[in-house]
């Protein structure tokens, strides 16, 4: 079954239209069986790679999918991206570099995914990074110098899953 982590594209898409536009070639980092791809394929969005380090969840993302030109589905490892230099004009993370950051070898890993987006994004492109860290940690990470990126940090509200009644002030 499809499965988000953290939002879905109805909740990012005020917040990353300004950056990323339907003719854009995407890298979606890390994508795993996330709608995320498919509802912005819905909306225009008809250059989509997405990639996934786990050979089942992208062979049964590429059969569901198949049917989407322009919207393809590769198994690689983030830390290794096998594609030129200067390849895309954004690259969306959401949750990618969270789950490296828990991992082992975390900042190791970190770094070389990190610089791999750096690679494969073109001049001014831009990486979107969807994290529940703490803005000052992810900054350790991004602002680096040898990126050179300009970096922003906006807030998304979280997504309220099945939540209609409101809640008591003991629940929030």
Not at 24 to 40: A, I, P, Q, T
Not at 70 to 84: K, L
Not at 100 to 121: D, M, P, W
Request: contains cysteine; glycine residues 6%.
């Amino acid at each position: 079954e499809p499965f988000d982590w953290y939002q879905r594209w109805a909740g990012l898409k005020d917040t990353v239209v300004g950056y990323v536009q339907p003719t854009h070639c995407v890298l979606m980092l890390g994508s795993g069986n996330s709608r995320l791809s498919e509802e912005m394929y819905e909306e225009g969005y008809h250059n989509i790679t997405n990639i996934d380090i786990s050979q089942v969840v992208t062979k049964a993302m590429q059969e569901k999918y198949r049917d989407k030109p322009g919207m393809t589905y590769v198994q690689m490892d983030a830390r290794s991206i096998e594609v030129p230099d200067q390849n895309f004009n954004v690259v969306l993370d959401k949750a990618t570099i969270d789950s490296i950051l828990c991992g082992e070898g975390s900042t190791h890993n970190a770094q070389k995914v990190l610089s791999e987006v750096s690679r494969v994004l073109v001049p001014n492109g831009v990486y979107i990074a969807i994290s529940h860290g703490q803005p000052s940690y992810r900054l350790t990470y991004l602002q680096r110098p040898e990126f050179g990126w300009n970096v922003q940090v906006k807030t998304v509200q979280k997504p309220m899953m099945g939540m209609t009644a409101s809640l008591s002030a003991d629940d929030k």
